[in-house]
T-cell receptor
Framework: QQQVKQSPQSLIVQKGGIPIINCAYENTAFDYFPWYQQFPGKGPALLIA?????SEKKEGRFTISFNKSAKQFSLHIMDSQPGDSATYFC??????????????FGQGTRLTINP | DGGITQSPKYLFRKEGQNVTLSCEQNLNHDAMYWYRQDPGQGLRLIYYSQIVNDFQKGDIAEGYSVSREKKESFPLTVTSAQKNPTAFYLCASSMRTGSGEQYFGPGTRLTVT
């Protein structure tokens, strides 16, 4: 119940295409859903995040769609560029012991944008 | 320049030796975290700390130890009891309240042979 399942594991898209990465969860106590972008050899960086009372959030070319009833959320990248090639992680936040804010991560998607 | 620093970037050790990874932050965050990342897997939580002199085990704490003597610092020791220590280790920090947004350091790649 603490898991976040992410798919696909890898994705190859042509430049200008719209890659879509999907995540699903079971625990309804999750209350914050961030996406992180990670380049090889670097730490993850927060890309965009959404709360479950919102169905969609856009920041630049990145959009999160959130379906609370289905317990699913997805990341869309508009007009994808080779520089978007990276590993993307979805995550979900829950409260732990003494109110600690703990993130549970999906397995990651390695995205390649071909020029 | 605010952020999280981890050192060293690469670390090599012989099997049976303990090794300590450094993590420092100047974001004035109360909470700090250590994660382990293996190829093809997500980030797994090792330990976390919400305040100085207090920390809790995460999902994979066996073979690891931490201390939190200062707000800015949260070092991780990988002990000889950790069966598969070779991995990429990430430190993160966040505010204790609010959205829970976590900021990550650049990571330390540990190789044990």
């Amino acid at each position: 119940q603490q898991q976040v399942k992410q798919s696909p594991q890898s994705l190859i898209v042509q430049k200008g295409g719209i890659p879509i990465i999907n995540c699903a969860y079971e625990n309804t106590a999750f209350d914050y859903f961030p996406w992180y972008q990670q380049f090889p050899g670097k730490g993850p960086a927060l890309l965009i995040a959404i709360r479950p009372d919102v169905s969609e959030k856009k920041e630049g070319r990145f959009t999160i769609s959130f379906n609370k009833s289905a317990k699913q959320f997805s990341l869309h990248i508009m007009d994808s560029q080779p520089g978007d090639s990276a590993t993307y992680f979805c995550a979900a936040k829950r409260l732990g012991i003494q109110g600690a804010q703990k993130l549970v991560f999906g397995q990651g998607t390695r995205l390649t944008i071909n020029p | 320049d605010g952020g999280i620093t981890q050192s060293p970037k690469y670390l090599f050790r012989k099997e049976g030796q303990n090794v300590t990874l450094s993590c420092e932050q100047n974001l004035n965050h109360d909470a700090m975290y250590w994660y382990r990342q293996d190829p093809g897997q997500g980030l797994r939580l090792i330990y976390y700390s919400q305040i100085v002199n207090d920390f809790q085990k995460g999902d994979i704490a066996e073979g690891y130890s931490v201390s939190r003597e200062k707000k800015e610092s949260f070092p991780l020791t990988v002990t000889s009891a950790q069966k598969n220590p070779t991995a990429f280790y990430l430190c993160a920090s966040s505010m204790r309240t609010g959205s829970g947004e976590q900021y990550f350091g650049p990571g330390t790649r540990l190789t044990v042979t």
